[in-house]
């Protein structure tokens, strides 16, 4: 089975832009996190969607957005592009999304994405 | 969630077995305890989990005590490509899909 997949690796833009990450969980899955990563904040939870739900939401500005498609695959979108946005971005999927019942969450290897 | 508290860094010597720490003392009684492990610049990558019983699995192994407050993960013959940082997290249903990833443990694995 392919793993998660996240697409660019790594990507440059600068300050006001605007940006997409995608996400293709693994095949089956139905539930997809995004999470960032910074030096100074660690991994931090965005949001969490669920057959095109978004059922879980961390504590993010509304420049950051996703969404989930039928397919289950995912998009997460960030808008007006600050400094502070450069970091790592993760996405995760799990089956059924219930990892307080001893689900496991795979992760991808991320986007980099560096704010000039 | 409950919160976790693991040790910074450590070192361990190849071929040994590397002894990960981790308190949860305000754990509930249906929380699983996980352990996801991120190599430089990778996603985390899952290791094991348990609730109640010890588990080990092709990784590594899990012991947790009987009164749940803490939990030992068990790198059994460590290897180069074990250095890592370590997350050692409580999930619970309050908080739904989501896992609160604390600093974690910096282990280096030596020659």
């Known amino acids: 089975k392919a793993g998660v997949t996240q697409t660019p690796r790594y990507l440059i833009k600068t300050r006001g832009q605007q940006v997409t990450l995608s996400c293709s969980p693994i095949?089956?899955?139905?539930?997809v996190s995004w999470y960032q990563q910074t030096p100074g904040q660690g991994l931090q939870f965005l949001f969490e969607?669920?057959?095109?739900?978004?059922?879980n939401k961390g504590n993010f500005p509304g420049r950051f957005s996703g969404r989930q498609f039928s397919n289950s695959r995912s998009e997460m979108n960030v808008s007006t592009l600050e400094l502070g946005d450069s970091a790592l971005y993760l996405c995760a999927s799990s089956s059924q999304g219930v990892t307080w019942r001893g689900e496991k969450l795979f992760f991808g290897s991320g986007t980099q994405l560096s704010v000039l | 969630d409950a919160k976790t508290t693991q040790p910074t860094s450590m070192d361990c010597a190849e071929g040994r077995a590397a002894n990960l720490p981790c308190n949860h003392s305000?754990?509930?009684?249906?929380?699983?305890v996980y352990w996801y492990r991120q190599i430089h610049s990778q996603g985390p990558q899952y290791i094991i989990h348990?609730?109640?019983n010890n588990e080990t699995n092709e990784m590594a192994s899990l012991i947790i005590t009987e009164d749940r407050k803490s939990s030992t993960l068990i790198l059994p013959h460590a290897t180069l490509r074990d250095t890592a940082v370590y997350y050692c997290i409580v999930s619970g249903k309050a908080a739904g899909n989501k896992l609160t990833f604390g600093g974690g443990t910096r282990v280096l694995v030596k020659p």
């Open positions: 348990g609730l109640k």
């Open positions: 095949s089956g899955h139905r539930s």
């Open positions: 969607y669920f057959s095109e739900t978004q059922r």
């Open positions: 305000t754990i509930s009684g249906n929380e699983y």
